[in-house]
């Protein structure tokens, strides 16, 4: 990865907020600074339309507004809810997480990475984003959009490469939307074919090629009760 300067970050940092104001998707966990209403919506977000969640998102909220409202629910009223929201059997396994959360947390969802991963279901990317999103704790969060466009940006392949560089960018900015702009940013412009003269890194961008094969990516794994990180390859 070649060298850039801090003054390259920042400009950087500064025109990835700058074009998240105007373009960046407008979802309601986004104005939320929660860990819990982070913590349901990314699991919900598994496997599941941005959209069919964002329609739901405020019926869901309404109806489980803590932690401990959602662990006592009985399975025939998550089952009948989360089926209305067409997010079958989502309901069961969220119970079971929040469960957990009362018993071992107070009910408090943990801001700590090592805590979180603990937690069945709860993977890297869900860690990241509720200690960036929801606890204001400043933590890169890298999905497959967010390594496309650091891949064509920096030449990196590797979650690990992406974090430092991630972290870099957050030191003069807001970790919140600069995240939000490196997710949008790739589910929206830099795709395959590329929109490159949408992006606001257009001029800056190295474009390189991307090296998919090469890619990287954190995993979850358990090993002797430990939590350990792996970097593995991107299906």
Known sequence: MPSHSEDMYKEIARRLQDWCTTSCRKYPWRERRDPYVILITELLLQRTRAETVAKSFEEIFSKYRTI???????SEELRGFFSKLGLLYRGERLREMAKVIVE???G???CDMGELLKIKGVGVYIA????NFGCGIPTPVVDKNVLRVLNRVF????????REIIS??????????????LI?????VCV???????????????????????????????RDERVLLEEQPVD
Request: proline share 7%.
């Open 104 to 106: 071992k947390h107070g």
């Open 108 to 110: 408090r969802v943990p």
């Open 68 to 74: 401990e409202e959602l662990a006592s629910a009985s």
């Open 155 to 162: 030449g990196v392949t590797r979650e690990s490469k992406c």
């Open 184 to 188: 949008d940013l790739g589910a929206m």
């Open 128 to 131: 990241s984003a509720v200690l």
């Open 168 to 181: 870099k960018l957050y030191r003069t900015g807001d970790s919140a939307l600069i995240a939000f702009a």
């Open 192 to 222: 395959e074919p590329p929109r490159c003269k949408e992006c606001p890194l257009s001029d800056i961008c190295a474009k390189y090629p991307l090296r998919k094969e090469e890619w990287r990516m954190y995993r979850k794994v358990l």
